[in-house]
């Protein structure tokens, strides 16, 4: 997988969801580069959830070409898309991203219980314990809350774990998905850059979604989904008829 | 897969108190069904083997259940005697290796007595061929006295040397006493789970002195024999109930059942008792099915609450399970991981269960047979509980696909954004 080119490409990509009659994305054209960090933003409705599941290969578009990673999404079988997230997409959600009964350093840990091929790139410099701890430890974590279970963490602590969880074994994406909605708007600034700055330093290209546009200034790119999917944009436009 | 398994077990973990719950309802339906099976069983045996090592039960003729009911079971009474002369004439049958008179109709506090032959002690067997034991005591040697059944024993609380009257006639009918001639307890039998623990044994020369001042079965106003005179009669019963019959060699069973069906001095009736009590077991067999269903339906019942709370617990999993899919799990391995858990459960259940039961035989077995008569074994499981064991579990393999299903349906329907 080489850093320089594309690291997602949708063309002419339609999805509707089973049991409704509009299409929720109808996306003509979207790329990023590998290694770019892009903030996608868009009301709730336009279709950033789905966009997401289209990309971690959890849902499949029914018509268009969705490529991750060089990958043709729907000519590959769905055991080659759960393979694919395991092993190069790291996954950052909004809230409760953490198995509460874990502790923090064993949540960090799962991916690499996962995927193989991501347990190799974690432990390709040292033990798979030392490189969680180094992760915590750049994202600011006190060793004294890693033996920690998850549920005792405050919420920001918590996504801080879930962070060295998306990026331990240094995955080619990192997905994230309004990480920062639980926090205050002091931490959600620290939480971005914090993520930038990793993401950076793995090399990883960073989706970053956001229905707060203030937070666009720290991103290479900003892609509107109601520009980018005119099922998006359609229905944007009947809202503001009638 | 091994992550998923260990974080299935960590989630398990985390849910124990409900699993709990679940688990140990599964193991006492189990448990229940077991015991059941084992009671049923069990009761099954001690009937059909209320008598062993017999050949024939000969009486008046009548229908064969019911000659078995009233000469074994001490239940009912015989519509005809069967003549002295005519038992005399089948006992030095060529074929015939013993007999022995069975003579019924009087009772003691609504137990049965007995008239019968020393004989029937060292003859008399049941269950697998067990021997009648005595618990203390012997048998009765003279005419004023008794041997008693153990149960007979516990419920009056009577001892060796104790004192008893008896009652001519039974239940309603059980009007008039015998209170001039008491007999003296001599014996008690050791408890074998058949009607002769609810017995009270007497020699047929007793009963015939009881009788010695009746007339048609009531007492002959103004004569009254005292205890003391009546060995100096004669105490030769003119008729007995029934017979029972040992032979030389089986192999002559159905000539000699002939030769009594057939008999020329009186209609006479002679029956298998294995294959009587079978017949008759078959006849009651309803309760032994109802028994059965009764205890698959809790069955059911425990299952449907490891459904339902595996059911419930999926919403509040919904975040737990994208995760999952987050990190590289497939719907199947989703499905897979609720299935198992439902096994599991109902595995572990059933195997509390089998421990349950095991507990609950050692310790209740004697209290079982003591107060109830009911045996039961504590023995390992037979194939046949190790069949239904497989079916209990089996059936929690199917009702742990519906929460599979589910879960699979929610993560396909949910992706990577649950809809809470």
């Keep these: 997988m080489s850093l320089i080119g594309t690291a997602i490409e949708l063309d002419q990509v339609l999805y509707r969801w089973p049991g409704q009659a509009e299409a929720c994305l109808d996306i003509p054209a979207l790329s990023v580069a590998a290694g770019e960090r892009v903030f996608l933003y868009g009301p709730s409705g336009s279709g950033k959830s789905t966009l997401l599941g289209l990309l971690g290969g959890v849902n499949v578009a029914q018509r268009g070409r969705v490529s991750v990673l060089g990958r043709e999404m729907r000519a590959i079988g769905a055991r080659q898309r759960d393979r694919l997230r395991a092993a190069h997409i790291g996954f950052l959600f909004q809230q409760f991203n953490l198995f509460p009964w874990l502790s923090a350093i064993d949540n960090v840990l799962l991916p690499a219980s996962f995927s193989a091929e991501r347990k190799v790139r974690a432990t390709s410099e040292r033990p798979l314990r030392d490189e969680a701890a180094r992760l915590l430890t750049q994202l600011d974590l006190a060793p004294s809350l890693w033996g920690k279970s998850a549920a005792e963490l405050s919420v920001g602590q918590q996504q801080r774990v879930a962070a060295a969880r998306a990026l331990i074994g240094r995955p080619q994406i990192v997905i994230a998905d309004e990480p920062t909605s639980a926090l205050d708007a002091a931490r959600q600034l620290a939480f971005v850059d914090l993520l930038r700055r990793e993401c950076a330093a793995a090399q990883a290209t960073l989706i970053f979604v956001s229905h707060d546009e203030r937070l666009a200034v720290h991103f290479d790119r900003q892609i509107s989904l109601v520009d980018v999917n005119r099922a998006a944009n359609r229905a944007e436009l009947q809202g503001s008829a009638s | ?420």
């Design chain 2, 1 to 420: 897969m091994m992550a998923m398994l260990k974080l299935a077990a960590h989630s398990a973990w985390a849910r124990r108190l409900t699993l709990g719950v679940t688990l140990f309802s599964i193991a006492i339906s189990t448990a229940m069904l077991l015991s059941v099976e084992r009671i049923r069983l069990n009761a099954r045996q001690s009937f059909t083997q209320s008598v062993s090592g017999v050949d024939l039960v000969v009486g008046a003729r009548t229908g064969g259940v019911q000659l078995m009911l009233y000469s074994v079971f001490h239940v009912g009474q015989a519509t005809n005697n069967i003549e002295w002369t005519s038992f005399a004439a089948l006992a030095g049958h060529p074929a015939v290796a013993w007999a022995i008179p069975l003579s019924l109709g009087d009772s003691h506090r609504g137990f049965a007595v007995l008239g019968t032959s020393a004989e029937y002690f060292p003859r008399f067997r049941y269950g697998d061929g067990r021997w009648l034991k005595f618990s203390d005591g012997k048998a009765f040697s003279r005419v004023f006295e008794a041997v008693i059944g153990s149960e007979v024993a516990a419920r009056l609380n009577y001892r060796v040397g104790d004192s008893i009257t008896l009652t001519h006639g039974f239940g309603n009918q059980a009007l008039t006493e015998h209170a001039d001639k008491p007999f003296a307890i001599v014996g008690i039998l050791e408890a074998t789970g058949t009607a002769v623990d609810r017995t009270v044994h007497i020699s047929l020369e007793a009963m015939t002195a009881l009788h010695l001042d009746w007339v048609a079965g009531a007492p002959v106003p103004g004569l009254s024999i005292p205890q003391n005179y009546v060995e100096k009669f004669d105490l030769r019963p003119k008729e007995i109930t029934a017979a029972l019959i040992g032979l030389k060699s089986r192999a002559d069973v159905f000539r000699m059942q002939r030769f009594v069906n057939e008999f020329r001095g009186e209609p006479l009736l002679a029956v298998m008792p294995g294959v009587a009590l079978d017949e008759l077991w078959q006849t009651i067999g309803m309760v032994e099915r109802a028994l059965f269903a009764v205890s698959a339906l809790v069955i059911v019942v425990g299952l449907c609450g490891l459904v339902s709370t595996l059911l419930a617990g999926l919403n509040e999993r919904r975040r737990e399970l994208a995760i999952l899919r987050a990190l590289g799990a497939g719907p199947g391995d989703v499905f897979m991981m609720l299935a198992i858990e439902g096994v599991l459960v109902t595995t572990a259940g059933a195997m509390l269960g089998v421990a349950v039961l095991y507990a609950a035989t050692h310790l209740a077995a004697g209290w079982l047979l003591a107060q109830l008569g009911v045996v039961i074994a504590a023995q390992w499981l037979s194939p046949a509980e190790f069949g239904l064991l497989s079916l209990v579990v089996l059936t929690g393999l199917l009702a742990s696909l519906v929460p599979g299903w589910r879960a699979w349906r929610m993560s396909l329907a949910d992706g990577l954004t649950p809809r809470v």
